[in-house]
């Protein structure tokens, strides 16, 4: 199976503008614990040097992961034109 490229649009172009899937706060945060204490039992991998959000949108999963703890350089990624979140560092 070869990669997919997109030649003109990404395939979200032609939806439309408020069709948008919000995170509730509190489900972001409970899964943000989940998989720290459960999944990453590594030391490195529980303070990362980086952490990279592939839709922050208005950063709801970047709150959560900064409120669970302050490591690592976020950097979010969104395809709409938002202000950055002020939990990402980029």
């Given at each position: 199976m070869?990669?997919?490229?997109?030649?003109?649009?990404?395939?979200?172009?032609t939806r439309p503008d408020q069709?948008?899937?919000?995170?509730?706060?509190?489900l972001a945060e409970s899964v943000v614990a989940y998989i720290v204490d459960n999944w990453l039992p590594d030391h490195i991998y529980r303070e990362p040097s980086a952490v990279l959000d592939t839709g922050a949108g208005m950063g709801v999963w970047g709150d959560a992961w900064r409120g669970y703890t302050n490591a690592g350089w976020l950097c979010g990624v969104e395809v709409r034109d938002l202000p950055k979140p002020e939990s990402y560092d980029e």
């Open positions: 070869s990669p997919v490229v997109y030649a003109a649009h990404p395939p979200t172009a069709d948008v899937y919000l995170t509730p706060p509190a």
